[in-house]
C-alpha cells in the first residue's frame, strides 16, 4: 500500500503564497498520475492540479496562472506552489495518486492523503 502524507498548509492574506509538499512512501516502483484535489466547506472534492508520469499537467480554470505543481520523481514527492491567493482558495488540499506499482504490482485504486487545510483569510 502507498501512504500519501501532506505539508505545508497554513493561513495566509489573500494576495499571498503557500507551497504544499507530498510525499508518497512505500516500495514504490512507480505512480502514474500526482495531484492535488481540494474540498471547501460546503462543496464537493474538485481536481486543482495533476502530472502524469510523461510530464503531462491538468489544472483547474480557477487555479491557472497561479498554481503550479512539480514532481519529484527520485523521492515520489509532488508540490503545488500557489500564487495570488484568493479567499475562495480556501480548503483541505489532498494529495492523490493512480496507477501506483509497488513491487511490480501495479494498484489501480486512486490514494489519498488525509489532507491539508488551507485558509485564505484577511
Known amino acids: 500500500q502507498v501512504q500519501l502524507v501532506e505539508s505545508g498548509g497554513g493561513v495566509v492574506q489573500p494576495g499571498g503564497s503557500l507551497r504544499l509538499s507530498c510525499v508518497a512512501s512505500?516500495?514504490?516502483?512507480?505512480?502514474?498520475?500526482m495531484g492535488w484535489y481540494r474540498q471547501a466547506p460546503g462543496k464537493e472534492r474538485e481536481l486543482v492540479a495533476v502530472?502524469?508520469?510523461?510530464?503531462?499537467?491538468n489544472y483547474a480554470d480557477s487555479v491557472k496562472g497561479r498554481f503550479t505543481i512539480s514532481r519529484d520523481y527520485a523521492t515520489n514527492t509532488v508540490h503545488l506552489q500557489m500564487n495570488s491567493l484568493k479567499l475562495e482558495d480556501t480548503a483541505v488540499y489532498y494529495c492523490?495518486?493512480?496507477?501506483?506499482?509497488?513491487?511490480?504490482?501495479?494498484?489501480?485504486?486512486?490514494?489519498w492523503g488525509k489532507g491539508t487545510l488551507v485558509t485564505v483569510s484577511s
Open positions: 492523490h495518486a493512480t496507477g501506483v506499482v509497488i513491487a511490480d504490482t501495479f494498484y489501480g485504486m486512486p490514494a
Open positions: 512505500g516500495s514504490i516502483n512507480s505512480i502514474n498520475v
Open positions: 502530472e502524469t508520469r510523461t510530464g503531462s499537467t
